[in-house]
């Protein structure tokens, strides 16, 4: 427990926290309010207003094209402390690493519900207000809003422990970095896209949280654009088990690499 405690006053004596929620509120207020107060059925090509079930749910979905976010503070976060050589000091006052890995994994997967929480509670207020301000109903309701919301919160406290075992992995941060945002932001699109082998997009992160959150939108498109017919997606039970299990992977590797290797 003091090693938990330890790694809980390291991260709240910093500003991580203070960013990631700073983060949150304005990534999801953002990115959800313009679209909402704009209308989807305004854009071009037009999309599904936000009185529609459709509609609402692109709204709520948007949040899961920011999960590299999370992403990245868990990426930073272990990394740095390699880059400013405090992974060092750190072992030297807990020789025993699987403790002090343990406790870096239980407090970034906190860490990742906050993001998750602020972002999920700031996109369902702007869905609602932008519904009031607009005088348009809500084709959503309250326990299907609350049950969407739930599942972005958790899909981001994955993505920041995958996040934690790419930086435990690569240890440099310009690479880690580079590793994230080359992922979430090019292969697996490239991967939607290449015939044959878009059918193992449904088992990667991104096609897993698509399928928990039934954001289908980058495959509608995919399909709408292209002759190519998209991977269906799987049932939301099979992409929660596919996430829990990259999230098992994920706190392996960040326990068992730095396990094995040399600090310097």
Wanted: cysteine-free; aromatic content about 6%.
């Amino acid at each position: 427990m003091s090693v938990l405690r330890g790694e809980l006053i390291r991260v709240t004596s910093t500003r991580l926290l203070l960013w990631t929620a700073v983060t949150a509120v304005v990534v999801a207020a953002f990115l959800s309010g313009v679209l909402a107060i704009v209308g989807p059925e305004n854009a071009n090509p037009p999309m599904p207003g936000i009185d529609t079930a459709e509609g609402a749910g692109l709204i709520l979905g948007l949040s899961t094209v920011t999960l590299f976010i999370p992403a990245l503070i868990g990426t930073v976060a272990v990394t740095g402390e390699y880059r400013h050589r405090t992974i060092g000091t750190t072992f030297l006052a807990v020789p025993r690493r699987g403790r002090v890995l343990g406790a870096k994994l239980v407090v970034f997967a906190l860490v990742g519900l906050v993001y998750g929480v602020l972002s999920s509670l700031t996109t369902g207020l702007v869905l609602v207000s932008a519904a009031a301000v607009r005088g348009v109903p809500l084709a959503i309701g309250v326990d299907d809003l609350l049950q969407s919301l739930g599942k972005l919160a958790v899909a981001s406290a994955v993505y920041v422990l995958l996040g934690v075992a790419i930086g435990a992995l690569a240890r440099n941060q310009i690479v880690a970095i580079g590793i994230v945002l080359g992922y979430f932001y090019f292969l697996e699109n490239v991967i939607m896209i290449v015939p044959g082998v878009n059918a193992l997009y449904p088992y990667l992160p991104g096609g897993a949280t698509a399928s928990l959150t039934r954001f289908t939108f980058l495959t509608d498109a995919i399909s709408e654009q292209t002759p190519l017919a998209a991977a269906p997606l799987v049932s939301p039970m099979l992409g929660a088990l596919i996430l829990l299990g990259y999230t098992a992977v994920g706190a392996l590797v960040a326990l068992a690499v730095p396990l094995r290797r040399d600090i310097a």
